[in-house]
Structures are given as structure tokens and as C-alpha cells.
């Protein structure tokens, strides 16, 4: 009698576990279909860029390299130039590698002038190994404190 | 049931890879098989090494933040937040309260994250697919959560020496209640699919048990002490950060076998929401990051001086040894990961068991291998 | 309609049997090679809307292509053929394993009008054949000259073996109701009557474990397991040849499942629809519960699940076959 018991028992455990399958047979799939939906990355901290500040229409890096020397991956490689008659450099240069990039956000955080922002982007992908490089001035166009248009 | 002899020439070697579907990252056990049972085992590790320990050597503290969240990329949260406390004790800064909290609450949905995560894969070794996928959808809510609040998903790098990078929002209580509603509303879809079900207690129960002698010798510790029925919980035994304040249980269970070890790890979610919901309920307003960007514009300096600091994560209990000689990077950086501790039990359990078990008992250790290796 | 083709085809010259037997055999080949089409894609679509996901979308409309697509590319895979094997038996065997299916599939009858063949002792027959395919598999394993796929067909023999019983003494539990072994009989018997699982409840359940463990369904599937240790008999197949394996397998699902309707849920009868439709409706609800089943439960371990048939599945049909047996014979 108790191995019928325990046969009961067993069935109705197998029955039961049907149903919570079975129930979710019929609810709706909760499969976002990328490519033709596309995910909410409005918190996503992406691959770090260079901020456009709405005052001057472009970023702010002084080309200090703070960032250069606290990137635990060493990634960032910045130049710049000092625009005549301007105590403040401007960069010329700004590549930070992708492929070594921990997005840690330590370089964000230690900018003098909080040009250093991550992204929204979170689909980089890319064929060649130099193309992870990323030019974060790519996206301005000819610098006006360079050009003199901007002090 | 074959019955082992002491005939050595009956024996085959058999080797489960490095790669392999059931090994929870590249763990290489080469098994000593007679028949369907497990004479002798000898796991080989090293596969992940990456040499954290070395690289802490040459970082600054700060530098070395991203590093932690790689060991236990499950418990990513946990580890960082574990740095940043023993260099906090080690300097002497200062930590707000809402940043107190605020690890706790994200600490313990990275913990759930990590025990579903070991729920779906420990019954996927089994054979049940389903729920995997069941886990992985309140995992989701969850990692989206901590993406609202820290950025990341897997690999956080969100703590500070002093606090959080970000803050949590005004709109955080509400959704993070939202995910603790809906995380609770699954519990007993996983009693009625996973726990009454015969055959997951024919395959865990009585299988895989490890004693408590064996437990010691090796120096194990979190879900597995636990199900041999030690009640050590490093959050209760030795206090750190804002869980003091907060009332929860150690689940605890005699057996010792698989199956006590789930139901320790999904009694452990319970109690993750449980303080979860009070850490919300007592949210105190204020700055979440300490005045000065420690660590970060200025490299920070701590005095010289050893630390031992121990938090429990998601597998067990965490040490970090800090060694400091004044410098602004650390002498000597240790770290006592859980996974490598709990691997010696293989050495102890595995031998007598049959190989189809022997898939459930690595399972139910729950090992991450990167972490073993550092 | 079918009669009007085989006669076209005798006129030909083939003669009325041999138009016969060419017309069954594009018969049941076709239909079986597009069932085993449409089967792969609902597991597909079942197992994913049991785990909240799609399944396959982009091939064809919800995915209904993907199986053709999925074809093609195992057509184009290069056959790896280890060197050491047996090569005659390795090469055999997956075409052994399909041919009893093929068989039990023409002895079903489709509907009481015409029936691919009417025999006397159907089901002994239908039963005899199933218990082929165990050699094939066994085959399978032993000729791939890999310890680990002679361990699997080993295992995978012995549970076929010890499932069968279960099957034939639930199949004889009907049997001695009907009091045939004739399988139109035997509907004709649910015919005047109601369907033997109403009548035989303990019967149906022994049967459906029975075919599920057969098939090497979950929670009954350790032969060919992916995360055990050992790899199954087919192992050693890859391409084409191990797709026939595949194929087998499906094919067996839908022809056991088949006598499983013909035995319990009254085969072809129903109103409205013609018989062979109902027949596949049954028989592809019984797999819908295979397919069910199989994303539901864990794996049984094989020693479980020897002790599984033979200390409770044989001893409940044994005593489910003495108490129909006093039933019948007291109601004489």
C-alpha cells in the first residue's frame, strides 16, 4: 500500500509539473525579435565617446591625459594641441581601443571636464582587429577652438 | 548495479574535457572509471588562469576594480563591492548610508541572479531544459534592473572607494519591487516543476552526500556547508557593510545530498528578497558617493598594514588578503575564492558514485571556474 | 480514387500487385518523409512555446521551412567515416533501423474501408517487427568500434527490451477484450463499444511509457544524451547517416503512436472527418504529449530506469492483464 501511495503521489507530481509547462505553452513568448525589435539601452553604459556640450556645439577634452594614465587596459591614446593664445589644449588625437576596453568607466569618472561619456551603442561589431580602434573625434567635424572660432 | 572489484586492470580512464556542456566553465577531470563507477578522480585546473593576483600587484587600487567583477563574472557585483569595502577598512573612508545600502539591495539581486542562473544549468545537466529558460527570464528582469543602475550586466564596475559611481534613481524602488513581485510569484512554479517532481528527487536525493569531516578538511563553505548542516553565513557570522541592520535566516539542511543543496540555494533567494524588500523599505536619502572622488583623481595611498576581508558570495565565502606597504599600489593582493576550496570536495565525493551522478554532484557545487583559477 | 491509380499502374504492366505495392511504398515513403518534416518543426515550435520563446521564425512562414533548409545543409556535410569501423554493418545499420518502422507503418490500418493489409494476427506481428530495430541499433554501436558507442547501444538495447514488455502485455490486455488480434477488429470492437482507454485506463498509461521509453524519448533518452559522459550508439555517425537515425526515430514516434490510437483510442473512427484523418489525429496528439513530455521531466538515470520497468511497470501490467482476464471471463 505505501508503494502505491508513493506511485500516487509520483504521477501526480509528473501531472502537476505538466500543467506549469503546459500553461506556459499558451502564454506569450517573451523573445525580443532583434533585428526587427531592438532593445531599451537607454541605461546601457556603451563604449565611451566623447560628449557634445550644447553651449559650444562640441566636446571639451583638454587633451590632460588623465585618462590615459588611469585606463587599467591601457587603451586610450590622446594628443593635442594648444590653439594660439589659449591656456587650454585641445586634442587632436583621441583613439581609445575597443578590444582591451573594460568599460569600467574609470576614465568618466576622472575627466576634468566631464567630456568622457559612455555610449548607447551596444552592437560594435567590427571584421579586422584595427578596426576596433575607435576615433572618438571622429563624430566632430573641424575643431572651432582650433580654427579660432572659439576661445 | 556492478558491483567494484579491486582488479586495477578493469579500470578505464575516461576524460571529461575541458570543454564540456556539464563542467561550468573549463574544468578538465580525467576519471578513473570501472564499469559505470568512479574509482578515482583528478580534476586539473589552471585553463582560465589570468593571473589577477600578479595584476594586482601592478595596478592601483582603482586600476584594479574591473578585475574583480572578472573572477566571479556570477557574482560580479558581490566581488567589486567586496574590494571596495576592504580597501575602505584598510584606508579608513568613510561611506555614506544610502551607498551602504545600496550595496546590500544590489548585492543580493546579483546573488539571486546567480543562484537562478545555477538552477537553470544545474537542471539542464539533468536533462530538463524548461527550466532554464524559466530562470533566465526572471534573470533578465533582474540584470536589466542592475543595468538601469549600474550600466552593466555581467561585469560591474560600478563601486567607488566611498560609495556608488551612480545613483539609484527616484523610479528605482518601484521597479526593483516589480522584479521582487514577479521573483516571487515563480517560486512555486519551480516547487510544482522542479522540486515535487519524482524524478528530480530520485536523481538528488541521497546522491552526492557530503559529510560534515569532509566539508572541514577541505575548508568548504556557502550552499555546500550549509546543506551538510553547518549554519555559517559570513553575513551573519561576521557582519559587514548594512546587513547588520536586516533580519533574514541561513537556511540550513542536514542531509547533505544534491537535493539539500537546492533547496538551500532557492531558500537563499527567498531570503535575498526578504532583505531586499527591508533594504527598500529603509532607503535613506543623501549623497551615494563620498566628497573627493577617492582613489580616482588622486591615487590613493592607504597605510601600510595587512587586512583579511571576507563577504559571502553567491558560492561561498570570499577573502581578499590586503597586503599594503604605503604605496599606491597594493604589496600583495590574495583572494580566498569559494569555487577553489569547494573543488577539493570532487577529490572526496566523486569516487563510488556512478558517472550519471557524477553530473548532478558538479552541478550541485556550483563552480565558476574563472574563479577558481583567478 | 487510389484504386483507379493502381489500376492505371497495373494496366502499365506492372501487374496489380506489383502496382500495389509500388503505389503503397510512394505512398507511405512520402508521407513519412513529410512527417518527419512537419514533426521536427513542431517540436521545434512546442519545446519553444513551452520555454517562451519563437522557435524558428525566418525560413518559410513561423519557421515551416526550417526543416528543409536544415536538410539541405546535412546533405552538404561532409561523411566522416572512422577508419576501424566494421564497414558493412557500420553502413547497414542505419538503414536497418528504418526498415521495421517502414514495415509497421503499412500494417495500420487507416480506416475500415481499405486497409494496406488485413491480417488475421496483426498485432503479433506489428510487435514481432518493432523488436528488429534493437539489432539495428545494436549494430550501430558495435560496428563504430568506439567503447563509448557500444556502451550506448548497449544500454539503448536493454532498455528497448525491457519497455517492450510493458507494451505487448498492455497491447494483450485489449486483445483479450476484443477478443482478436486483428487490428480492424479491434476498432470495430471500439466501434460497438467505447474506446478500450476508458476501459483500460491502466492499459493506455503502460503503453504510452512504454512507446515513449521505445523511442528513446525523455525522460527515457540516456542513450543518446548530450551532457552524459558517454555519447550514444550514433556517435560515430555523422551527415546524411546520422540523420537517417534521426528520421527513424521520428518515424517510430508517429508509427507507435499510430498503434497506440488504434489500440486505445479507437483507431479511425469519427464523425464527420475521413478515417485516415482521425487516425493521424490521434496518433499526433499522442506525440504532441511525447514532444510535451519530453521538455518537461529530467532525465532518469539508467539504472532507474531499468528498475522503473521491470520492478513496476511488468508487475502493474501482469496484474492489469489478470484482472481484465478474470473480468472477460466472468462476463461470459
Known amino acids: 500500500m505505501k508503494l502505491a501511495r508513493r506511485v500516487w503521489i509520483g504521477a501526480k507530481s ?91 568607466g574609470l576614465c568618466v569618472d576622472v575627466c576634468p571636464t566631464e567630456t568622457l561619456q559612455y555610449s548607447k ?26 580654427t579660432g572660432k572659439l576661445k | 548495479m556492478i558491483t567494484p572489484t579491486a582488479e ?51 595596478r592601483t587600487y582603482a586600476q584594479f576594480l574591473p578585475n574583480t567583477s572578472r573572477q566571479d563574472y556570477l557574482s560580479g557585483l558581490i566581488y567589486n563591492v567586496a574590494w571596495v569595502e576592504a580597501v575602505e577598512k584598510l584606508a579608513g573612508i568613510a561611506v555614506p548610508e544610502r551607498a551602504l545600502v545600496a550595496r546590500v539591495i ?18 539542464m545537466d539533468l536533462g530538463a531544459a524548461t527550466p532554464f529558460l524559466y530562470a533566465f527570464d526572471d534573470r533578465e528582469a533582474i540584470l536589466f534592473l542592475l543595468e538601469s543602475v549600474t550600466g552593466s ?23 526593483a519591487r516589480e522584479v521582487l513581485a514577479r521573483l516571487k510569484a515563480r517560486w512555486q512554479e519551480f516547487v510544482d516543476l522542479v522540486e515535487d517532481n519524482v524524478i528530480f528527487r530520485q536523481r538528488t536525493q541521497g546522491v552526492g552526500v557530503f559529510t560534515l569531516d569532509q566539508c572541514r578538511s577541505w575548508g568548504v563553505t556557502g550552499p555546500p556547508l550549509r546543506a551538510s548542516g553547518v549554519p555559517y553565513d559570513i553575513r551573519k557570522a561576521e557582519p559587514y557593510g548594512a546587513y547588520a541592520r536586516y533580519e533574514f535566516d541561513i537556511p540550513t539542511r542536514p542531509e547533505g545530498d544534491v537535493f539539500a543543496r537546492y533547496m538551500v540555494r532557492v531558500a537563499e533567494m527567498q531570503q535575498s528578497v526578504r532583505i531586499i524588500e527591508q533594504a527598500l523599505d529603509g532607503l535613506p536619502e543623501g549623497p551615494i558617493l563620498t ?65 550519471a551522478d557524477a553530473v548532478a554532484v558538479l552541478g550541485s557545487l556550483d563552480l565558476v571556474m574563472p574563479e577558481v583559477d583567478r | 480514387m487510389l484504386a483507379g491509380a493502381r489500376d492505371w499502374l497495373a494496366g502499365l504492366g506492372l501487374g496489380e500487385f506489383g502496382a ?222 546520422f540523420a537517417m537515425f534521426f528520421f527513424a526515430e521520428y518515424t517510430n514516434m508517429l508509427v507507435l503512436a499510430a498503434l497506440g490510437a488504434t489500440l486505445f483510442l479507437g483507431g479511425w473512427l469519427g464523425p464527420w472527418l475521413p478515417g485516415p484523418v482521425w487516425l493521424l489525429l490521434k496518433a499526433y496528439a499522442i506525440v504532441f504529449v511525447m514532444i510535451w513530455m519530453r521538455w518537461t521531466f529530467p532525465r532518469l538515470r539508467f539504472d532507474q530506469l531499468m528498475t522503473f520497468a521491470w520492478k513496476l511497470l511488468i508487475p502493474v501490467a501482469l496484474v492489469n492483464l489478470v484482472i481484465t482476464a478474470f473480468a472477460v471471463g466472468g462476463r461470459r
Open chain 1, 14 to 104: 509528473l501531472l502537476i509539473g505538466l500543467g506549469v509547462t503546459g500553461r506556459h505553452l499558451f502564454r506569450k513568448p517573451v523573445t525580443l525579435q532583434y533585428p526587427h525589435e531592438k532593445p531599451d539601452a537607454s541605461r546601457w553604459g556603451g563604449p565611451i565617446e566623447l560628449r557634445t556640450f550644447p553651449e559650444t556645439g562640441t566636446h571639451d577634452c583638454i587633451a590632460c591625459n588623465a585618462c590615459t594614465r588611469i585606463c587599467p587596459s591601457e587603451c586610450i591614446y590622446v594628443e593635442g594641441k594648444r590653439p594660439e593664445g589659449s591656456k587650454k589644449m585641445r586634442a587632436t588625437l583621441f583613439t581609445l581601443d575597443f578590444s582591451t576596453c573594460s568599460l569600467c
Open chain 2, 8 to 58: 586495477p586492470l578493469d579500470t578505464y580512464t575516461l576524460n571529461m574535457g575541458p570543454q564540456h556542456p556539464s563542467t561550468h566553465g573549463v574544468l578538465r577531470l580525467k576519471l578513473t572509471l570501472q564499469g559505470e563507477r568512479i574509482m578515482g578522480v583528478e580534476p586539473v585546473i589552471g585553463y582560465s588562469h589570468r593571473a589577477h593576483e600578479k595584476m594586482a600587484e601592478n
Open chain 3, 20 to 241: 500495389t505495392v509500388l503505389l503503397g511504398v510512394a505512398l507511405i515513403m512520402g508521407y513519412l518523409t513529410f512527417n518527419v518534416l512537419f514533426l521536427i518543426w513542431l517540436e521545434r515550435k512546442v519545446s519553444a512555446h513551452i520555454q517562451r520563446r519563437f522557435g524558428p521564425m525566418e525560413v518559410g512562414p513561423h519557421g515551416s521551412l526550417q526543416t528543409v533548409a536544415d536538410m539541405v545543409k546535412l546533405l552538404g556535410k561532409q561523411i566522416l567515416t572512422p577508419v576501424a569501423t566494421d564497414k558493412f554493418v557500420y553502413i547497414l545499420a542505419p538503414v536497418l533501423v528504418f526498415v521495421p518502422t517502414l514495415c509497421l507503418a503499412s500494417l495500420i490500418p487507416l480506416s475500415g474501408a481499405e486497409a494496406f493489409a488485413n491480417l488475421p494476427y496483426g498485432l503479433v506481428v506489428l510487435i514481432a517487427l518493432s523488436g528488429i530495430s534493437v539489432l539495428a541499433i545494436f549494430m550501430a554501436g558495435w560496428a563504430s568500434n568506439n567503447k563509448y558507442a557500444v556502451l550506448g547501444g548497449m544500454r539503448s538495447v536493454s532498455q528497448v527490451i525491457a519497455y517492450e514488455i510493458p507494451i505487448l502485455l498492455a497491447a494483450l490486455s485489449v486483445v483479450m477484450i476484443a477478443q482478436s488480434l486483428n487490428l480492424r477488429e479491434i476498432v470495430a470492437a471500439q466501434a460497438r463499444g467505447v474506446p478500450f482507454a476508458l476501459l483500460q485506463p491502466v492499459a493506455a498509461v503502460l503503453f504510452f511509457i512504454g512507446i515513449t521509453a521505445e523511442t528513446n524519448r525523455a525522460p527515457f533518452d540516456i542513450p543518446e544524451a548530450e551532457s552524459e559522459l558517454v555519447g550514444g550508439f550514433h556517435t560515430e555517425y555523422s551527415g546524411m547517416r
Open chain 2, 153 to 175: 550586466r555581467l561585469t560591474y564596475g560600478t563601486a567607488r572607494f566611498g560609495g556608488l559611481s551612480r545613483d539609484l534613481d527616484a523610479d528605482f524602488p518601484r521597479r
Open chain 2, 291 to 355: 566628497e573627493g572622488s577617492i582613489g580616482i583623481k588622486k591615487r590613493l595611498k592607504p597605510p601600510v598594514g595587512t587586512l583579511y576581508y571576507a563577504v559571502e558570495s553567491a558560492r561561498g565565502a570570499y577573502g581578499i588578503i590586503l597586503v599594503s606597504e604605503g604605496g599606491t599600489e597594493p604589496y600583495r593582493a590574495k583572494f580566498r575564492t569559494p569555487s577553489y576550496a569547494n573543488l577539493g570536495l570532487m577529490y572526496d565525493a566523486l569516487p563510488g558514485t556512478m558517472v
Open chain 1, 121 to 146: 551603442r551596444y552592437d560594435e561589431a567590427m571584421y579586422t582587429r584595427p578596426a576596433t580602434v575607435n576615433d572618438l573625434l571622429g563624430p566632430f567635424g573641424e575643431d572651432p577652438y582650433l
Open chain 2, 106 to 123: 544590489l548585492s543580493e539581486f546579483n546573488r539571486i541572479s546567480s543562484h537562478l542562473l545555477w538552477l537553470g544549468a544545474f537542471l
